[in-house]
């Protein structure tokens, strides 16, 4: 390494000092996240209702996990940048959050508002989802709200 | 002592390295640059006549309110004429103003390093913003859009070609004119995160920087944070335009309010893109023309960050009526307070900064008080909005207008021609006719307020925006605001013409014009192509006016009020200079 | 005190109040107006004095800024009080508006391109006006059949979008007869300025009179031939924003959304479904399902259908007849 | 080098830094560690961008999945798990050949960081063809997003719950997110293929492997986002 005089008092020799794990290691995480995977495929086969999701979630947050910490060396970096990760995490659950705290949660005050079926009567509001016919495809669309497919109704 | 060890006032006309950094001559010089200072120059010049063209169109607009009915041109020119106005002023202007143009020439200087910390990315982010901006003109050519900057679904996304309901103009060019533009924003967001973190001088502590700098610092963790998502959103607008994706279409199954959602998401902290930087280039000024310290700098650095951060928090505020749950509504109401808590630390501490100061109203800090007033207004109106109820009449009317143009215009284009005035010396060489300035000045202000105060009051008596034509009792509120934009326009111009006639043949600039205590005015002007002619080292901050000499004060500095202070000529030098050692 | 009156309805700044949702608005508009001015003036005072007291004179030196923790903490914490209130004012009044109460009459408004539609619970739909009885509470269900419009009285203070696949509602009840209007708030188009509708508000027996008449011709006998009923009808339906004053087919000189539909009737029409004869039931089919066949040229524009009582269709030919 | 940079190399020596270090130290920093930290810390940011680019389509899936549960659940079957369980693993191999890639550089193993970085690039096109196939397959049996979806029930897979008309709007989704990730990896390949031949060059060091740690990176991100699509597209 070329090393010079250092410019400034602030660094220490001015040379890059990274972290090198050892194949081993590397071969090991990676064989932890082939199980993960054939874990996650397996699980899809048994029905576990709507812990589906969470577990699925979690198996696929612990495999991120190992390549951000390991393969990203996230584990031996600056701290800062662990940091930016994190806080990059946040706000991409505070996008989530707010978004869902809306489209939950529409008609809770009163039933007919924000809502996508009227529940009174349970017609589907005009405007809404049309089924598309083969036609729609070459630039035809049936403008009429009223053939409207019925999209299932999630409120 | 001298605090700050550069080599005060070595103007080498001989030496290679040191000279000028607008040495190099020849078109080629500039379009391969790697030099932050040449490409910051060139935003400049790119968003200056950007801002020229989203000005004419809203000349347009006005004058074709003059009048009830048509003026001018039929709705669907006049929709386009708005329309392009937004997206000119919003994307090719407002965003890269002060970052990227302003930004790009003073950061690395305030941080006296040679250059940011990625010179090619900075250049590449610039051949982005032309090649989106390439995008922009092709729609523009092809009819221009009539869609609102906002591109709200399915009005944009529903194309009539495929049997839709929405706009039939040139949508998708101009979407992804924007998709474009805002990788050359991120491009300039890692850049300066990476340089402030990376490349600062030797003693300059982060307790050092200048409040321009921490402004910009926020601002880049904002781009990079928010305008990913606006990326992702007008790509799937696109699409959903192009192929009928059904996630923003209501027709394909998909939900218009989502898309508000996903667009907001971007464009409120976007608000804080434009706004931060302007409260940064203002903070400097006031502290360069009251030659102190900010009061309150690590409030005024905090309130920085603290608005990039709620910046993310609140922008449901922009769907209170859209068909958002109640009890999304509650929250970012009561979130959307939070933002008046670091704006109002901010507007309090740069008043008190004036106190017990030693104020010059040299044009750039008339541009600074200006910002603090209109900035005022425009905030407190923020906060009618921000009130549920209050909302629920007032949005979507001509007085939601004014108060984005109070801070859009009154708080950033006020800090951006402010810093252009304030850094104009430094990085042209050149003085600008004083007299010329204070002229536009006076009729940007007065034309501005004649403009937007009618356009509150209309607002408030229930007038909605994007109005082709209007009902007769608002007749003479439009057209007050168009007489006043006549005169804003009219002081722009004036101001043009001075900026032109002060490259063409002004004065040569000293060193310190202003008799600044920061970094950059102790460089050579204009300064040398990496940045200072020996590298810097700090010793005291950048506003420590007790602690400056009287070289790096005065060399070089001609105030009318301190005549005979420059470089021991006159005895009375002796006194102040002690005096300013404090 | 007299320096601080409330800001009124029907002021420089507010349009008059009609319904018992404006006056809390009212209120908070008032209580947020006065808090701002009061900061601004007292934040402009201090800049002004600062600037003319500390203004830069020969021999004063500024005086180096020290630390001000007591006063940071001070305005930090002042407006974080301010704020809970303003938050509150709002979202009380916001509340208050946002639920119907029981037993409301229901309104169903319906936005298209670039009309306003009213469906009356006697299924009477009524276009480009809107006719309440004072003093009777409504719920005004909203929906839209093309892209997003917002429905906003002033008068009302009240406003709510009115998104394409979704039903929303506002709710008043008017507290003083007279006229208001209807905008449309959210950009919709070309004619988004044109989508206005009037708003009548009728005393109780003015009221009964209209709801007698409703879905029928209202005026003179003159005024009801057909034809002359047809015009007031096709105007009211907002079909001039597309196809021009006595479907001239222009507006202002240049040409409109739609086609030009004076002197159309007994001839032939080129459209998408080839040529047709432009006779009564062509007339009647394009208003009803106006996308079955589509005037050549005309294929990308979405022209919104139309329900109307037989009676109104026939009078709206009639009309479409006599231009020439 | 470009000349002007070693221009400023002529500049220094006025600055008294003397020599200013080896020609793969840009002009403008002043260490080689002040230059290997601004990478990793740009590319971090840049990192962070590219979550929140995606994240907006989380977020569109979160909100239909939770609006239409059934229409997911019916249209998920129609992906193929074999499919999409073999681009996994073949995504998790490559980024393991990846993270070895940077070992062996940092280590100076001029040959190894090369046949690494080759052994990520098949690997990568690999992935891209197995997504060839599937959107084959997709765009025949007319699987398409919103607007383009007709279903031909004799190319569906057979047994599986029946298509809801609006199931159009999950392969509006599937198309953007996998589109998104396959351009992703095409610009993936691009990089890699960049940082192959300067390796090739010798221009890496054990001083100096900057450009493949920040390439490196830039892959395991592409696998990381890969790791979340797989179980929410094709399994739940």
Same mark, same amino acid.
């Given at each position: 390494?070329?090393?010079?005089?250092?410019?400034?008092?602030?660094?220490?020799?001015?040379?890059?000092?990274?972290?090198?794990?050892?194949?081993?290691?590397?071969?090991?995480?990676?064989?932890?996240?082939?199980?993960?995977?054939?874990?996650?495929?397996?699980?899809?086969?048994?029905?576990?209702?709507?812990?589906?999701?969470?577990?699925?979630?979690?198996?696929?947050?612990?495999?991120?996990?190992?390549?951000?910490?390991?393969?990203?060396?996230?584990?031996?970096?600056?701290?800062?940048?662990?940091?930016?990760?994190?806080?990059?995490?946040?706000?991409?659950?505070?996008?989530?959050?707010?978004?869902?705290?809306?489209?939950?949660?529409?008609?809770?005050?009163?039933?007919?508002?924000?809502?996508?079926?009227?529940?009174?009567?349970?017609?589907?509001?005009?405007?809404?989802?049309?089924?598309?016919?083969?036609?729609?495809?070459?630039?035809?669309?049936?403008?009429?709200?009223?053939?409207?497919?019925?999209?299932?109704?999630?409120? | 002592?001298? =605090?700050?060890?550069? $080599?005060? *006032?070595?103007?080498?006309? !001989? %030496? &290679?390295?040191?000279?000028?950094?607008?040495?190099?001559? /020849?078109?080629?010089?500039?379009?391969?640059?790697?030099?932050?200072?040449?490409?910051?120059?060139?935003?400049?010049?790119?968003?200056?006549?950007?801002?020229?063209?989203?000005?004419?169109?809203?000349?347009?607009?006005? =004058?074709?309110?003059? $009048?009830? *009915?048509?003026?001018?041109? !039929? %709705? &669907?020119?006049?929709?386009?004429?708005?329309?392009?106005? /937004?997206?000119?002023?919003?994307?090719?202007?407002?965003?890269?103003?002060?970052?990227?143009?302003?930004?790009?020439?003073?950061?690395?200087?305030?941080?006296?390093?040679?250059?940011?910390?990625?010179?090619?990315?900075?250049?590449?982010?610039?051949?982005?913003?032309?090649?989106?901006?390439?995008?922009?003109?092709?729609?523009?050519?092809?009819?221009?859009?009539?869609?609102?900057?906002?591109?709200?679904?399915?009005?944009?996304?529903?194309?009539?070609?495929?049997?839709?309901?929405?706009?039939?103009?040139?949508?998708?060019?101009?979407?992804?004119?924007?998709?474009?533009?805002?990788?050359?924003?991120?491009?300039?967001?890692?850049?300066?995160?990476?340089?402030?973190?990376?490349?600062?001088?030797?003693?300059?502590?982060?307790?050092?920087?200048?409040?321009?700098?921490?402004?910009?610092?926020?601002?880049?963790?904002?781009?990079?944070?928010?305008?990913?998502?606006?990326?992702?959103?007008?790509?799937?607008?696109?699409?959903?335009?192009?192929?009928?994706?059904?996630?923003?279409?209501?027709?394909?199954?998909?939900?218009?309010?989502?898309?508000?959602?996903?667009?907001?998401?971007?464009?409120?902290?976007?608000?804080?893109?434009?706004?931060?930087?302007?409260?940064?280039?203002?903070?400097?000024?006031?502290?360069?023309?009251?030659?102190?310290?900010?009061?309150?700098?690590?409030?005024?650095?905090?309130?920085?960050?603290?608005?990039?951060?709620?910046?993310?928090?609140?922008?449901?505020?922009?769907?209170?009526?859209?068909?958002?749950?109640?009890?999304?509504?509650?929250?970012?109401?009561?979130?959307?307070?939070?933002?008046a808590?670091?704006?109002?630390?901010?507007?309090?501490?740069?008043?008190?900064?004036?106190?017990?100061?030693?104020?010059?109203?040299?044009?750039?800090?008339?541009?600074?008080?200006?910002?603090?007033?209109?900035?005022t207004i425009?905030g407190l109106t923020g906060l009618f909005l921000g009130m549920?109820a209050v909302?629920?009449h007032l949005?979507?009317?001509?007085f939601?207008?004014?108060?984005?143009?109070?801070?859009?215009?009154?708080?950033?284009?006020?800090?951006?021609?402010?810093?252009?005035?304030?850094?104009?010396?430094?990085?042209?060489?050149?003085?600008?006719?004083?007299?010329?300035?204070?002229?536009?000045?006076?009729?940007?202000?007065?034309?501005?307020?004649?403009?937007?105060?009618?356009?509150f009051i209309?607002?408030s008596?229930?007038?909605?925006?994007?109005?082709?034509?209007?009902?007769?009792?608002?007749?003479?509120?439009?057209?007050?605001?168009?007489?006043?934009?006549?005169?804003?326009?009219?002081?722009?111009?004036?101001?043009?013409?001075?900026?032109?006639?002060?490259?063409?043949?002004?004065?040569?600039?000293?060193?310190?014009?202003?008799?600044?205590?920061?970094?950059?005015?102790?460089?050579?002007?204009?300064?040398?192509?990496?940045?200072?002619?020996?590298?810097?080292?700090?010793?005291?901050?950048?506003?420590?006016?007790?602690?400056?000499?009287?070289?790096?004060?005065?060399?070089?500095?001609?105030?009318?009020?301190?005549?005979?202070?420059?470089?021991?000529?006159?005895?009375?030098?002796?006194?102040?200079?002690?005096?300013?050692?404090? | 005190m007299l320096l601080f009156q409330p800001v009124e309805s029907?002021s420089f700044q507010l349009?008059?109040?009609?319904?018992?949702?404006?006056p809390p608005i009212d209120k908070a508009y008032d209580f947020i107006f006065w808090f701002s001015v009061v900061f601004t003036v007292a934040v402009t005072a201090?800049?002004?004095?600062?600037?003319?007291?500390?203004?830069?004179?020969?021999?004063?030196?500024?005086?180096?800024?020290?630390?001000?923790?007591?006063?940071?903490?001070?305005?930090?914490?002042t407006p974080?009080i301010f704020i809970?209130f303003l938050?509150h004012a709002g979202?009380?009044g916001?509340?208050?508006?946002?639920?119907?109460?029981?037993?409301?009459?229901?309104?169903?408004?319906?936005?298209?391109?670039?009309?306003?539609?009213?469906?009356?619970?006697?299924?009477?739909?009524?276009?480009?006006?809107?006719?309440?009885?004072?003093?009777?509470?409504?719920?005004?269900?909203?929906?839209?059949?093309?892209?997003?419009?917002?429905?906003?009285?002033?008068?009302?203070?009240?406003?709510?979008?009115?998104?394409?696949?979704?039903?929303?509602?506002?709710?008043?009840?008017?507290?003083?007869?007279?006229?208001?209007?209807?905008?449309?708030?959210?950009?919709?188009?070309?004619?988004?300025?044109?989508?206005?509708?009037?708003?009548?508000?009728?005393?109780?027996?003015?009221?009964?009179?209209?709801?007698?008449?409703?879905?029928?011709?209202?005026?003179?006998?003159?005024?009801?031939?057909?034809?002359?009923?047809?015009?007031?009808?096709?105007?009211?339906?907002?079909?001039?924003?597309?196809?021009?004053?006595?479907?001239?087919?222009?507006?202002?000189?240049?040409?409109?959304?739609?086609?030009?539909?004076?002197?159309?009737?007994?001839?032939?029409?080129?459209?998408?479904?080839?040529?047709?004869?432009?006779?009564?039931?062509?007339?009647?089919?394009?208003?009803?399902?106006?996308?079955?066949?589509?005037?050549?040229?005309?294929?990308?524009?979405?022209?919104?259908?139309?329900?109307?009582?037989?009676?109104?269709?026939?009078?709206?030919?009639?009309?479409?007849?006599?231009?020439? | 080098?470009?000349?002007?940079?070693?221009?400023?190399?002529?500049?220094?020596?006025?600055?008294?830094?003397?020599?200013?270090?080896?020609?793969?130290?840009?002009?403008?920093?002043?260490?080689?560690?002040?230059?290997?930290?601004?990478?990793?810390?740009?590319?971090?940011?840049?990192?962070?961008?590219?979550?929140?680019?995606?994240?907006?389509?989380?977020?569109?899936?979160?909100?239909?999945?939770?609006?239409?549960?059934?229409?997911?659940?019916?249209?998920?079957?129609?992906?193929?798990?074999?499919?999409?369980?073999?681009?996994?693993?073949?995504?998790?191999?490559?980024?393991?050949?990846?993270?070895?890639?940077?070992?062996?550089?940092?280590?100076?193993?001029?040959?190894?960081?090369?046949?690494?970085?080759?052994?990520?690039?098949?690997?990568?096109?690999?992935?891209?063809?197995?997504?060839?196939?599937?959107?084959?397959?997709?765009?025949?049996?007319?699987?398409?997003?919103?607007?383009?979806?007709?279903?031909?029930?004799?190319?569906?897979?057979?047994?599986?719950?029946?298509?809801?008309?609006?199931?159009?709007?999950?392969?509006?989704?599937?198309?953007?997110?996998?589109?998104?990730?396959?351009?992703?990896?095409?610009?993936?390949?691009?990089?890699?293929?960049?940082?192959?031949?300067?390796?090739?060059?010798?221009?890496?060091?054990?001083?100096?492997?900057?450009?493949?740690?920040?390439?490196?990176?830039?892959?395991?991100?592409?696998?990381?986002?890969?790791?979340?699509?797989?179980?929410?597209?094709?399994?739940?």
């Amino acid at each position: 390494m070329a090393t010079q005089t250092p410019a400034h008092p602030h660094k220490d020799d001015g040379a890059v000092h990274a972290h090198i794990s050892s194949t081993a290691f590397y071969v090991g995480v990676f064989l932890a996240l082939i199980a993960l995977t054939i874990l996650t495929v397996g699980q899809s086969y048994v029905d576990l209702g709507r812990m589906n999701l969470i577990v699925v979630i979690l198996i696929a947050t612990t495999k991120a996990s190992l390549v951000v910490t390991f393969f990203m060396h996230l584990r031996y970096d600056n701290k800062f940048n662990a940091l930016i990760f994190v806080s990059c995490l946040f706000f991409i659950g505070v996008f989530f959050a707010y978004t869902l705290n809306d489209t939950e949660r529409r008609g809770e005050l009163d039933a007919d508002q924000n809502v996508k079926v009227l529940p009174k009567t349970g017609e589907d509001a005009p405007g809404g989802f049309v089924q598309p016919t083969p036609a729609a495809a070459g630039g035809e669309h049936g403008a009429t709200p009223a053939s409207s497919g019925a999209a299932p109704a999630a409120h | 002592m001298a =605090a700050i060890t550069t $080599t005060p *006032g070595a103007h080498h006309d !001989d %030496a &290679d390295p040191n000279a000028s950094f607008l040495e190099k001559k /020849g078109l080629m010089s500039w379009l391969v640059t790697l030099d932050h200072k040449r490409i910051g120059i060139m935003y400049l010049i790119s968003v200056t006549i950007a801002f020229l063209l989203g000005g004419i169109f809203a000349l347009l607009v006005r =004058a074709e309110l003059f $009048t009830r *009915g048509q003026t001018l041109f !039929d %709705a &669907d020119t006049y929709n386009k004429m708005f329309s392009l106005h /937004g997206v000119v002023m919003v994307f090719l202007f407002i965003i890269p103003s002060i970052p990227a143009g302003l930004g790009n020439i003073m950061l690395p200087v305030q941080l006296g390093t040679k250059d940011v910390a990625f010179p090619r990315l900075n250049l590449l982010s610039l051949y982005i913003y032309w090649f989106g901006a390439v995008f922009g003109l092709y729609s523009m050519i092809n009819g221009g859009v009539d869609t609102g900057w906002t591109f709200y679904t399915p009005y944009a996304s529903s194309d009539p070609a495929h049997g839709g309901v929405g706009s039939a103009t040139s949508v998708i060019p101009m979407t992804l004119a924007a998709f474009i533009m805002g990788f050359s924003s991120i491009l300039t967001g890692v850049n300066f995160i990476a340089t402030v973190h990376k490349m600062r001088a030797p003693g300059l502590t982060w307790r050092r920087l200048t409040l321009f700098t921490w402004a910009l610092y926020a601002t880049s963790i904002i781009q990079i944070l928010a305008t990913p998502v606006l990326a992702i959103t007008l790509l799937l607008l696109t699409m959903e335009r192009f192929l009928g994706l059904g996630i923003f279409d209501p027709r394909l199954g998909g939900d218009p309010v989502l898309y508000q959602h996903f667009f907001w998401f971007y464009s409120h902290p976007a608000v804080y893109i434009m706004i931060v930087p302007g409260m940064g280039v203002v903070s400097d000024i006031l502290a360069t023309f009251s030659r102190r310290e900010p009061v309150g700098y690590m409030a005024i650095a905090a309130s920085s960050l603290g608005l990039a951060l709620l910046g993310f928090l609140v922008w449901g505020h922009h769907l209170f009526v859209a068909g958002m749950s109640e009890w999304a509504t509650m929250v970012f109401s009561a979130l959307t307070f939070l933002v008046a808590i670091p704006s109002g630390v901010k507007v309090f501490n740069w008043v008190a900064t004036l106190y017990k100061g030693s104020i010059s109203l040299q044009s750039p800090m008339l541009w600074a008080l200006s910002f603090v007033f209109l900035f005022t207004i425009g905030g407190l109106t923020g906060l009618f909005l921000g009130m549920l109820a209050v909302d629920v009449h007032l949005h979507d009317t001509y007085f939601v207008v004014a108060h984005f143009h109070y801070v859009m215009v009154g708080g950033t284009v006020m800090g951006f021609v402010g810093g252009l005035h304030y850094w104009w010396p430094k990085f042209t060489g050149k003085m600008y006719e004083e007299g010329l300035a204070r002229i536009g000045w006076f009729l940007v202000f007065i034309g501005f307020n004649v403009t937007f105060i009618a356009q509150f009051i209309m607002g408030s008596r229930g007038m909605p925006r994007r109005y082709y034509d209007y009902l007769p009792q608002y007749e003479i509120f439009h057209q007050v605001s168009t007489i006043g934009s006549w005169i804003l326009g009219l002081g722009f111009l004036v101001l043009l013409v001075m900026f032109i006639r002060s490259l063409m043949n002004g004065k040569p600039a000293p060193r310190n014009p202003w008799g600044s205590a920061a970094l950059e005015w102790l460089t050579p002007t204009p300064p040398p192509t990496f940045n200072f002619v020996k590298d810097p080292v700090l010793t005291r901050g950048q506003y420590d006016y007790q602690l400056a000499t009287d070289d790096e004060l005065y060399e070089g500095f001609d105030d009318p009020l301190f005549p005979g202070l420059r470089g021991g000529k006159a005895p009375a030098k002796k006194a102040a200079a002690e005096g300013d050692h404090g | 005190m007299l320096l601080f009156q409330p800001v009124e309805s029907d002021s420089f700044q507010l349009p008059p109040s009609m319904a018992d949702t404006a006056p809390p608005i009212d209120k908070a508009y008032d209580f947020i107006f006065w808090f701002s001015v009061v900061f601004t003036v007292a934040v402009t005072a201090a800049l002004l004095y600062f600037v003319a007291k500390y203004k830069r004179k020969p021999g004063v030196k500024p005086e180096p800024t020290g630390h001000f923790m007591k006063l940071e903490l001070f305005w930090t914490i002042t407006p974080t009080i301010f704020i809970f209130f303003l938050f509150h004012a709002g979202f009380t009044g916001y509340i208050r508006n946002a639920t119907a109460a029981e037993g409301a009459t229901e309104i169903r408004v319906r936005g298209k391109k670039w009309s306003w539609e009213f469906e009356y619970p006697t299924g009477d739909r009524e276009p480009g006006e809107l006719t309440l009885e004072l003093g009777r509470p409504y719920k005004m269900i909203l929906s839209s059949e093309d892209v997003i419009h917002s429905f906003f009285i002033p008068e009302f203070r009240m406003k709510r979008d009115a998104v394409p696949g979704q039903y929303s509602f506002i709710q008043f009840t008017p507290t003083k007869a007279g006229d208001a209007h209807v905008f449309c708030a959210e950009y919709c188009g070309t004619s988004h300025s044109g989508m206005i509708a009037t708003v009548k508000i009728l005393p109780p027996a003015e009221y009964k009179e209209w709801e007698k008449k409703l879905g029928g011709c209202s005026g003179t006998p003159e005024e009801c031939e057909p034809a002359k009923w047809g015009e007031r009808l096709f105007v009211k339906n907002g079909c001039t924003t597309c196809h021009g004053a006595g479907g001239s087919g222009e507006i202002s000189g240049s040409k409109t959304v739609g086609p030009k539909l004076a002197g159309v009737f007994g001839h032939e029409v080129q459209t998408t479904a080839g040529v047709v004869q432009a006779d009564e039931n062509y007339l009647r089919e394009s208003i009803l399902r106006p996308n079955a066949k589509i005037v050549a040229g005309y294929a990308t524009v979405q022209m919104p259908p139309f329900v109307m009582k037989d009676a109104q269709l026939d009078a709206v030919i009639a009309y479409l007849k006599s231009l020439k | 080098m470009s000349s002007e940079a070693t221009a400023a190399a002529d500049a220094h020596d006025d600055h008294g830094h003397g020599h200013h270090g080896p020609k793969w130290l840009a002009h403008h920093f002043d260490t080689p560690a002040q230059q290997f930290d601004a990478a990793k810390l740009g590319m971090w940011v840049f990192l962070a961008q590219e979550l929140l680019f995606f994240s907006g389509l989380f977020v569109a899936y979160g909100v239909y999945r939770s609006w239409y549960p059934e229409m997911f659940f019916a249209a998920s079957h129609q992906l193929d798990k074999i499919m999409g369980g073999a681009n996994t693993v073949v995504l998790l191999f490559s980024s393991f050949t990846a993270a070895m890639a940077v070992r062996s550089a940092q280590l100076g193993k001029q040959k190894a960081t090369g046949n690494f970085i080759l052994i990520t690039i098949v690997c990568a096109c690999f992935f891209l063809v197995v997504k060839y196939l599937e959107y084959t397959h997709k765009i025949h049996a007319g699987l398409l997003p919103g607007r383009y979806f007709h279903p031909h029930a004799e190319h569906l897979v057979a047994g599986a719950p029946a298509l809801p008309a609006n199931a159009g709007s999950f392969f509006g989704i599937y198309f953007m997110m996998t589109g998104i990730h396959g351009i992703h990896v095409i610009i993936g390949i691009g990089v890699l293929i960049w940082v192959w031949i300067r390796n090739n060059r010798g221009e890496f060091s054990k001083e100096y492997f900057t450009p493949v740690d920040i390439v490196a990176l830039y892959w395991h991100l592409v696998d990381l986002v890969w790791i979340y699509l797989f179980p929410l597209l094709y399994l739940v």
